[in-house]
């Protein structure tokens, strides 16, 4: 996941804080806290949902 932006930096490593300290909370979620608090645009928020969701299925897949 290529990721270009400060605030769109800081959302990534928050969101997976916030997922490793409580794995159950959906993505969904996660990411709408982080485009809250980060002050992500709707075409970043947009970006983190899709990225993470085919990331997270590659790895349950057992792909890269």
Request: charged content about 35%.
């Amino acid at each position: 996941m290529a990721i270009e932006g400060e605030a769109l930096r800081r959302a990534v490593r928050w969101i997976s804080d916030r997922r490793r300290d409580e794995p159950t909370l959906p993505l969904w979620r996660a990411i709408d806290e982080a485009s809250v608090r980060f002050d992500l645009t709707p075409v970043e928020e947009q970006f983190l949902l899709q990225n993470w969701h085919d990331a997270e299925r590659d790895v349950q897949a057992g792909g890269d």
